[in-house]
């Protein structure tokens, strides 16, 4: 049988660069579009880390209502950890965000104390803000970021879609068109098969040949798209990955993975589109 493809292969050779190069350049964009998607993702789950609720007492707040705020804070199930911030410090770290706000001295600190509240997903920040609705005695205010994180969350949720539609369009058209360029390789040589089934050849038997011309194509295709994925990552990356200001542990898919990926979805577009093209002939 594998000679039987071999061959096949060799003699229609219009057809065969067809379908090699349809698996090529639906895997070229397949690939992209998985290290693009699990790059978008590792993103989104790394802005959302950053997602915090605030709570800011006022200036003359007693220690008894901030520690009050603190333990039903800890109650909470929804909070990860909590990060108490002096006046002093958030004084500080206001000069640093905002210095020109500090032209003159001061003559004192308008701050009161405030904690950073970290919860355990992004999606309770809002929760856990309602949960201190109303405020209790000495909290001036409270923000959970909730334009931020829904900014993010829906940003995060277009991107994923987008992505996921992409592929199933690119294994469908892959499919359809593997399927339409070995079919051309089937009906030239139609009759063979009809001469083959009423010998009494099973279907597998008959199958199978143009089964491997698929694999190889699809093999050979997901070859070439992994090596052009590796020439882009190797001339293009280096000059987009400094541009990228997402902060460290944000990155895509690994590239072997990726190519292990492509080449198993190479492998079952190129069996499927020859096997599905074949059930019109096998019947007989």
């Given amino acids: 049988m594998l000679g039987e493809a071999v061959r ?3 003699a229609n050779v219009s057809t065969t660069f067809a379908a090699t190069m349809t698996v090529l350049i639906g895997m070229f964009l397949l690939g992209l579009f998985i290290a693009f998607a699990t790059y978008a993702h590792s993103w989104s789950d790394h802005v959302k880390k ?14 008894a209502n901030v520690e009050a705020v603190r ?10 950890t909590i990060q108490f911030v002096s006046a002093a410090e958030g004084l500080r770290r206001m000069r640093e965000q905002r210095p020109d706000l500090f032209g003159t001295e001061l003559p004192y600190n308008p701050l009161g104390p405030a904690y950073t509240v970290i919860p355990n997903r992004a999606e309770d920040a809002e929760a856990i803000a309602d949960n201190l609705e109303p405020h209790p005695a000495g ?4 923000t959970d970021g909730e334009d931020k994180a829904q900014r993010i969350l829906d940003v995060s949720n277009v991107i994923n879609s987008i992505f996921l539609l992409a592929g199933v369009i690119l294994l469908v058209a892959s499919t ?7 079919r051309l390789s089937i009906f030239s040589r139609r009759r063979e098969i009809e001469v083959m089934k009423l010998v009494g050849a099973t279907n597998w038997f008959v199958r199978g040949p ?4 698929g694999l190889l194509c699809g093999l050979v295709g997901s070859l070439l798209a992994v090596i052009l994925l590796f020439l882009s990552k190797e001339v293009a990356l280096p ?21 292990l990926i492509l080449l198993g979805i190479g492998l079952l577009l190129g069996a499927a589109g020859s096997g599905l093209t ?3 002939f096998l019947r007989v």
Wanted: net charge positive.
């Fill in 8 to 10: 096949s292969l060799a």
């Fill in 278 to 280: 074949l059930r019109r």
């Fill in 239 to 259: 000059s987009i990955i400094p541009r990228l200001d997402s902060g460290p542990g944000v990155q895509a898919i690994s590239f072997w993975a990726n190519a």
């Fill in 176 to 182: 359809i068109l593997i399927a339409n360029t070995i």
């Fill in 50 to 63: 950053e997602l915090v609720v605030k709570v800011f007492f006022d200036r003359d707040a007693p220690p």
């Fill in 71 to 80: 333990i039903k804070l800890e109650s909470d199930e929804r909070v990860k």
């Fill in 139 to 142: 909290v001036h205010k409270v």
């Fill in 210 to 213: 143009f089964m491997l011309e």
